[in-house]
């Protein structure tokens, strides 16, 4: 498994943007699956975006389409996720993940990051 540590969270208005940090520790990080998920209090976990361990296939939610977008460098064991026009309802704690499925469903992530919360105030 590989240990997970996201950064980049904090307060932001309607309109402005994040980036988001997935730093991993452990060797083979080209090999994993990252993706990033997000959840707010008494709701489901809702899987966000996600990035093949080839590098050729992203996946984002419809909620976030066109103002997301996810990267990795390899080089640096990390993933971002890059969030611009961000709304109040992107508020929740963000969580990467990893898998080592090469393109995974949510259920194939078995190795998870503590969160990093993100509010978007109006």
């Known amino acids: 498994q590989v240990r997970l540590v996201e950064s980049g969270g904090g307060s932001v208005q309607a309109g402005g943007s994040l980036r988001l940090s997935c730093e991993a520790s452990?060797?083979?990080?080209?090999?994993?699956?990252i993706g990033w998920f997000r959840q707010t209090p008494g709701k489901e976990r809702e899987g966000v975006s996600c990035?093949?361990?080839?590098?050729?296939?992203?996946y984002y939610a419809d909620s976030v389409k066109g103002r997301f977008t996810i990267s990795r460098d390899n080089a640096k064991n990390t993933v971002y996720l890059q969030m611009n026009d961000l709304k109040p309802s992107d508020t929740a704690k963000y969580y990467c993940?990893?898998?080592?499925?090469?393109?995974?469903?949510?259920?194939?992530?078995?190795?998870w990051g503590q969160g990093t919360q993100v509010t978007v105030s109006s």
């Open positions: 993940a990893a898998s080592e499925v090469v393109f995974p469903e949510p259920a194939d992530f078995d190795s």
């Open positions: 452990g060797s083979n990080f080209a090999y994993y699956a």
């Open positions: 990035i093949s361990s080839n590098n050729v296939n992203t």
